[in-house]
């Protein structure tokens, strides 16, 4: 490893880490808040008790989720003003705008509406109590964003002037920031995955239930909103992803040639599903391709022309001045497909479960099932499922759940590594953003106590998660299933009203 690049390497390896683990609880939060508000508005609407229950379980989880979501965000950020001072103090004016916007309005909006929510089953009548979940779910939408339009500046910097006389960037369009075509084809490509996401989780807990023969009403009206939304919500992040990938193309012709380890442009050029060989070195050997699917995902033209990795590489050089403009090409091809690859296999299995359940589980006369039992068959065109099959069917969706999460955590790596040598594509690169006093060991140190947290971390919310997961959805009390018909309850106890108060 060269010594001059090593604080940039580590403190680029110490974001990456921290990132991609603070990424794991984001998608869950944003999609079971709205699940979570859809819940309750159905127990609001109906007054069935399932509805009410599963309500006061994926809200738990849900908690569970924003609580590690908010901790390990802040840890993030100390990043800026450790490792990446000279970027923070470039792009501060611009980059600071949206993340501004982010903490005093959706952070805000967020945590007191959720204080609101927790606090307020017994003080609050249910249609205030349901409006505040759903301030909830509005805000966690508003937080991403505000964070993807500060990033989307960082992939297409637009809105923005040079100072010279400072050497910073300053704003001069904050409307162009937040309504670029980079920030609304991300932020409807982000939040379709985070649907996916909060729908195979889901999926993937109600039908751990099943296969145990738990909770079964619950866990049936659960699995099959986690079924829709998988459905709904892949479909919706395919095509989203297609927008966003023409974007890219205009805007980033390096990270798309990357992504699919084309060196020399060519018209109709072809999608590979795999390839072995030196894709750093331009001698791919292609198992499978599909020809023209590039140059259509490049222009909506199976016949267009597609600049390689040469082809650009030339062109930023004669534009921004010597040097090798290349990302790391085995990274960008791998991470693209398994982005792909994760997210639809979620997406398929999704559709697979709503053709399987599309009966909701209904049996012949002489095999009905109470309630409270599994139904090991299902009626499929008037005949039986194979038990074998539907058994089999629950473990794949249980394992499911992890899907999109891995999907997501590929697709971040492959949006950052893709753009590099840039950290503000085109006008600052990564070497010129780091902290110029710190350390290879400071940045060790740093990284070591941060990855530490954590894996700390992660053990608590793996055992949170598995501990109330298992417990399934609560027993209702009478409390539970007569909510108060004023502000502040019903109750006239002088020491019940400070509760209301926190």
């Not at 609050?124 to 779910?137: G, Q, S, T």
């Not at 140059?295 to 199976?302: G, I, K, P, T």
Request: hydrophobic share 50%; charged share 15%; proline share 5%.
């Amino acid at each position: 490893m060269d010594l001059a690049l090593a604080p940039e390497t580590l403190a680029r390896w110490q974001f990456g880490i921290t990132t991609v683990y603070h990424f794991l609880f984001v998608p869950l939060t944003i999609s079971l808040a709205a699940l979570t508000a859809g819940l309750q508005t159905a127990w609001v609407r109906t007054g069935k008790e399932k509805y009410l229950r599963a309500t006061k379980f994926w809200g738990k989880l849900f908690l569970i989720n924003i609580a590690m979501g908010v901790v390990t965000g802040i840890v993030q950020e100390f990043q800026f003003g450790m490792n990446w001072s000279d970027y923070s103090r470039f792009v501060g004016d611009v980059f600071g705008a949206p993340l501004a916007f982010e903490a005093l309005i959706a952070f805000f909006f967020e945590s007191t509406f959720i204080g609101l929510w927790i606090f307020g089953w017994d003080k609050l009548p249910k249609k205030i109590h349901l409006a505040c979940i759903w301030m909830v779910a509005i805000g966690t939408i508003l937080s991403a964003y505000f964070i993807l339009a500060a990033n989307s500046w960082m992939q297409h910097p637009v809105g923005y002037r040079i100072n010279e006389a400072v050497g910073r960037a300053e704003l001069t369009d904050f409307w162009a920031v937040l309504s670029q075509n980079t920030t609304l084809t991300q932020v409807a490509h982000t939040l379709t995955a985070a649907f996916l996401t909060g729908g195979a989780f889901m999926v993937g807990v109600s039908a751990f239930h099943l296969v145990k023969k738990k909770h079964i009403p619950v866990m049936k009206t659960s699995l099959r909103l986690g079924l829709i939304t998988v459905a709904v919500a892949g479909l919706l992040t395919a095509v989203s992803g297609d927008r966003l990938a023409k974007v890219m193309f205009e805007q980033q012709p390096m990270k798309m040639a990357a992504a699919e380890a084309l060196w020399d442009g060519q018209t109709n050029a072809p999608f590979s599903l795999f390839a072995y060989g030196d894709v750093d070195k331009g001698h791919n050997t292609v198992a499978i391709e599909i020809p023209g699917i590039l140059s259509f995902l490049a222009h909506d033209d199976f016949d267009s022309f597609v600049p390689g990795i040469n082809d650009v590489n030339a062109a930023e050089q004669a534009e921004h001045g010597p040097g090798d403009y290349r990302p790391n090409i085995p990274v960008a091809f791998w991470s693209f497909r398994w982005m792909i690859g994760f997210g639809m296999a979620s997406f398929g299995i999704g559709l697979l479960g709503l053709w399987l359940t599309r009966k909701k589980f209904l049996l012949p006369a002489h095999m009905r099932v109470g309630e409270d039992e599994m139904p090991n068959l299902v009626l499929f065109r008037n005949k039986v499922i194979s038990p074998r099959f539907t058994r089999w069917y629950w473990l794949l969706a249980a394992w499911t759940m992890a899907f999109p999460l891995i999907a997501n955590s590929w697709g971040w790596i492959f949006t950052e590594t893709g753009r590099q040598p840039w950290v503000v594509y085109g006008v600052l690169e990564t070497r010129q953003g780091v902290s110029p006093g710190t350390s290879q060991g400071e940045v060790i140190t740093s990284m070591i106590v941060f990855t530490t947290l954590y894996a700390i971390l992660a053990v608590i919310e793996v055992k949170l998660l598995a501990k109330y997961i298992k417990g399934g959805p609560p027993e209702l009390t009478e409390a539970d299933l007569n909510p108060p018909t004023r502000i502040g309850g019903n109750d006239r106890d002088p020491d019940r009203p400070m509760a209301f108060s926190y």
